[in-house]
């Protein structure tokens, strides 16, 4: 009977030893897809939740402006215009939190995005009353040299900062005119957004905005920037909408470093999202002036219009950042940088949050409060598993090992004795 014991207690100590470390190497895997899936989906109680509902990482917009140095040559003699830059001039942009929520049984959530400015001098290169001498929007969309002329309006003016962003009372329109006019008090959207609830791999997916499916083409795989799937893939892009161009883009991995002690992984606008559609045909439909872009052979532009009300408005990166080599020489001036004009995002790979970005008219980057909250909320809980998990594995494979072993060593001393009893009973038989 005591044999049986400690030979079933090994048996069992080895089968529950192999259990643990089987439940600990489970749970590597397992633990983490949980975690992930669980805290990234978009609804009330999980960090995901909290983390897209409200204003969280505030947004900065930073504008740098062209300052046209010889406006009377321009108009004159035809020359090309010679700028300086000017700027930053930065605005708090995203502050206030998602309002309208509302979430639908098609596990989606609709909500809208309220719109604010405020001026942040500590981190301008001026004042927003610093004037500016410009292209005249009004006069260049104009055909009718009388009204022009009445209104004593010229192919460039010199207007605020506060002005030419914000709006002002044109005096040949009869009407308030701004880059971003009307703005405060105003909304984006409204969005339609996948929760992950049933998909995690769907979450934060954009299904409608303004009411409409548009781009469905794009939008069935774009987000709105601030978070993407959990576990993210080095090899696949990431696609994401902004509704500044109305359309979606896509950026690449580029490197991996660490942001406030927490690992991101860097992505980088590509270069043919501002191709000429000749190169890249999902832009031909932001080729809408064949004159202007010389028969749609032109990068580094994008005709804005059709998502401006008409107006004559276009979108490139800073100081043509992959632009066609004309627009260089036609506007002295210009020095475009990489490191210094590219559009990127930094995002956690384990929850797709993200966490940095630069999209080159607006920055954001989340600051040592939230970056703390954010390892304590998600990181440290990640951390904890994975000690659990090692431990389980390491005490598991211990107990098995140990109690294999013991198993083993008792069980040769037992059949050592047995085969000495055996010797010597042969032994005893050969005398007699």
């Given at each position: 009977?005591?044999?049986?014991?400690?030979?079933?207690?090994?048996?069992?100590?080895a089968?529950?030893?192999?259990?643990?470390a089987?439940?600990?190497?489970?749970?590597?895997?397992?633990?983490?897809?949980?975690?992930?899936?669980?805290?990234?989906?978009?609804?009330?109680?999980?960090?995901?939740?909290?983390?897209?509902?409200?204003?969280?990482?505030?947004?900065?917009?930073?504008?740098?402006?062209?300052?046209?140095?010889?406006?009377i040559?321009?108009?004159?003699?035809?020359?090309?215009?010679?700028?300086?830059?000017?700027?930053?001039y930065?605005?708090?942009?995203?502050?206030?939190?998602?309002?309208?929520?509302?979430?639908?049984?098609?596990?989606?959530?609709?909500?809208?995005?309220?719109l604010?400015?405020?001026?942040?001098p500590?981190?301008?290169?001026?004042?927003?009353?610093?004037?500016?001498?410009?292209?005249?929007?009004?006069?260049?969309?104009?055909?009718?040299?009388?009204?022009?002329?009445?209104?004593?309006?010229?192919?460039?003016?010199?207007?605020?900062?506060?002005?030419?962003?914000?709006?002002?009372?044109?005096?040949?329109?009869?009407?308030?005119?701004?880059?971003?006019?009307?703005?405060?008090?105003?909304?984006?959207?409204?969005?339609?957004?996948?929760?992950?609830?049933?998909?995690?791999?769907?979450?934060?997916?954009?299904?409608?905005?303004?009411?409409?499916?548009?781009?469905?083409?794009?939008?069935?795989?774009?987000?709105?920037?601030?978070?993407?799937?959990?576990?993210?893939?080095?090899?696949?892009?990431?696609?994401?909408?902004?509704?500044?161009?109305?359309?979606?883009?896509?950026?690449?991995?580029?490197?991996?470093?660490?942001?406030?002690?927490?690992?991101?992984?860097?992505?980088?606008?590509?270069?043919?999202?501002?191709?000429?559609?000749?190169?890249?045909?999902?832009?031909?439909?932001f080729?809408?002036?064949?004159?202007?872009?010389?028969?749609?052979?032109?990068?580094?532009?994008?005709?804005?219009?059709?998502?401006?009300?008409?107006r004559?408005?276009?979108?490139?990166?800073?100081?043509?950042?992959?632009g066609?080599?004309?627009?260089?020489?036609?506007?002295?001036?210009?020095?475009?940088?990489?490191?210094?004009?590219?559009?990127?995002?930094d995002?956690?790979?384990?929850?797709?949050?993200?966490?940095?970005?630069?999209?080159?008219?607006?920055?954001?980057?989340?600051?040592?409060?939230?970056?703390?909250?954010?390892?304590?909320?998600?990181?440290?809980?990640?951390?904890?598993?994975d000690?659990?998990?090692?431990?389980?594995?390491?005490?598991?494979?211990?107990?098995?090992?140990?109690?294999?072993?013991?198993?083993?060593?008792?069980?040769?001393?037992?059949?050592?004795?047995?085969?000495?009893?055996?010797?010597?009973?042969?032994?005893?038989?050969?005398?007699?």
């Amino acid at each position: 009977m005591g044999c049986c014991n400690w030979r079933c207690g090994l048996i069992t100590g080895a089968v529950f030893g192999a259990l643990v470390a089987i439940l600990g190497g489970v749970l590597i895997p397992v633990g983490d897809i949980l975690i992930e899936s669980v805290e990234a989906v978009i609804e009330p109680g999980t960090t995901a939740y909290d983390n897209w509902a409200a204003a969280g990482v505030v947004v900065y917009r930073q504008f740098w402006f062209f300052d046209v140095q010889n406006p009377i040559e321009v108009l004159n003699y035809g020359t090309s215009p010679v700028v300086i830059e000017r700027g930053p001039y930065t605005y708090k942009t995203r502050y206030l939190p998602k309002d309208n929520i509302m979430f639908n049984p098609n596990m989606t959530v609709s909500f809208v995005l309220p719109l604010g400015a405020i001026f942040e001098p500590s981190m301008s290169a001026g004042s927003e009353e610093d004037k500016i001498t410009s292209l005249n929007l009004a006069v260049a969309v104009s055909s009718c040299l009388t009204l022009i002329r009445m209104s004593n309006s010229s192919l460039f003016q010199r207007r605020t900062v506060k002005e030419l962003l914000w709006g002002y009372h044109d005096p040949l329109l009869k009407s308030t005119l701004g880059l971003f006019a009307p703005y405060n008090g105003t909304f984006d959207g409204p969005y339609n957004v996948f929760t992950g609830k049933d998909d995690i791999s769907k979450v934060g997916i954009i299904d409608r905005w303004k009411g409409e499916k548009k781009e469905k083409k794009l939008l069935i795989t774009s987000r709105d920037a601030s978070a993407f799937a959990p576990g993210l893939d080095k090899k696949k892009p990431l696609y994401f909408f902004s509704s500044d161009i109305c359309r979606s883009v896509s950026a690449s991995y580029e490197r991996s470093y660490s942001l406030k002690d927490i690992e991101v992984y860097r992505y980088g606008l590509l270069p043919s999202t501002l191709a000429s559609p000749i190169d890249n045909p999902d832009n031909r439909c932001f080729c809408r002036n064949f004159k202007t872009t010389k028969n749609c052979t032109m990068a580094g532009v994008l005709d804005l219009s059709s998502c401006q009300e008409g107006r004559p408005i276009y979108m490139s990166l800073p100081h043509f950042l992959h632009g066609s080599p004309s627009l260089l020489t036609d506007v002295l001036g210009l020095s475009p940088n990489e490191e210094h004009h590219s559009t990127y995002l930094d995002v956690e790979p384990n929850t797709g949050f993200t966490l940095k970005f630069a999209k080159r008219i607006q920055t954001a980057e989340l600051d040592d409060q939230t970056a703390d909250l954010f390892k304590e909320e998600l990181v440290s809980r990640m951390e904890m598993l994975d000690i659990i998990q090692w431990v389980l594995l390491g005490t598991g494979t211990g107990i098995f090992v140990l109690c294999l072993v013991s198993f083993l060593h008792l069980n040769f001393i037992k059949n050592k004795k047995h085969n000495h009893f055996y010797e010597g009973k042969t032994a005893e038989m050969a005398k007699s």
